[in-house]
């Protein structure tokens, strides 16, 4: 069974996931967002061989060592197709106005919506989450039950939508999509906080009147 393991770094304390197969010790990462360093010696430190860096939206909280750590490993970067302009654009994926060193990442390989791959043996399932960002993507593996949701939805919660590349609008139909499609046992791993199950949010969540009021629910 695969493991997984969070490890926040960053002024926003974004969650970086290491997921790995325990048989072959092959595994990947979700949002390196900073610290190359931190991130370097966690891989290490849990004896796994990362295969690839999965990015769930441009923002510079969940990319900010991609570059640095995919280099190291000499693997790929992998992101959602309309989320090119986010990460290559320092105004757009904020580390213009965050950090003292704005930066961009290019993504060796672009995933549309449904687009399904594998790493480490498993099954990933690229779902198109716009609303936080125009190109926003989750990363479902259906055999696990599990979801690396990003800044979509948190326990209780959801991303924020008033950034240039925000729309409340999408993230509502985003919100509908998860909640609806997915099994209710499957367990969400954020891209902040906590985790939490989709049948908790089907009953909790913030956006829930919301999403009943618009029948995307
Ligand atoms: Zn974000």
């Not at 990462?29 to 610290?35: A, E, F, M, N, Q």
């Not at 757009?92 to 290019?106: A, C, E, Q």
Request: glycine share 10%; aromatic share 8%; with cysteine.
């Amino acid at each position: 069974m695969i493991r997984v393991k969070a490890c926040p770094v960053g002024l926003l304390q974004a969650n970086c996931y290491l997921a790995w197969n325990p048989e072959t010790r092959k595994g990947f990462l979700v949002d390196p967002g900073d610290r190359a360093d931190v991130l370097t010696a966690f891989v290490r430190e849990n004896d796994v061989i990362p295969e690839a860096i999965l990015l769930t939206h441009g923002h510079f909280d969940h990319i900010g060592a991609a570059k640095t750590v995919g280099e190291n490993w000499k693997i790929p970067v992998f992101a959602g197709e309309k989320e090119a302009p986010v990460l290559q654009d320092s105004f757009l994926n904020l580390s213009g106005r965050y950090t003292r060193h704005p930066f961009t990442v290019k993504a060796d390989r672009l995933l549309s919506d449904k687009e399904e791959f594998s790493l480490a043996g498993y099954r990933i399932r690229t779902i198109h989450t716009p609303g936080h960002s125009e190109g926003g993507v989750c990363y479902e593996l259906p055999e696990e039950g599990i979801l690396f949701s990003g800044d979509t939805l948190f326990e209780r919660s959801y991303g924020r939508t008033d950034g240039p590349d925000g729309d409340h609008e999408e993230m509502m139909r985003s919100l509908g999509r998860l909640l609806s499609e997915l099994p209710e046992e499957t367990l969400v791993l954020p891209g902040h906080g906590p985790e939490t199950t989709i049948a908790e949010e089907r009953m909790q969540n913030f956006a829930v009147f919301e999403l009943r009021e618009r029948q995307y629910l």
